[in-house]
């Protein structure tokens, strides 16, 4: 639903074979044109980027308020996005050495 909202098309959910993933939740996501892939037992580290982006959303923003309802988690996550994409110095804007 969020991805909607950004106006992107989830076209692929690659997930464990952890047993909370049933058949019904693979059919949430093929109903709107989603290919479900199930990786490997033998993959801890499915998605490292990802695990990495959500732990600095935790540590950097999240650990420092609390959350009253969706819509504080929605508006906080989202001005951390606009910060973390654009203002904060950082390789791949080419600003490394900004200060």
Request: net charge negative; charged share 25%; proline share 3%.
């Amino acid at each position: 639903m969020q991805m909607e909202d950004w106006g992107l098309k989830v076209e692929y959910v690659l997930i464990d074979h952890d047993t909370k993933f049933t058949s019904r939740f693979d059919e949430v996501f093929e109903a709107d044109g989603a290919t479900v892939k199930r990786v490997g037992p033998v993959a801890p580290n499915l998605n490292a980027h990802a695990e990495r982006f959500v732990q600095t959303l935790k540590q950097e923003c999240l650990d420092h308020f609390v959350i009253l309802a969706e819509r504080h988690l929605r508006h906080t996550t989202k001005e951390f996005l606009a910060h973390y994409n654009a203002e904060r110095p950082h390789q791949g804007v080419g600003t490394a050495n900004a200060h």
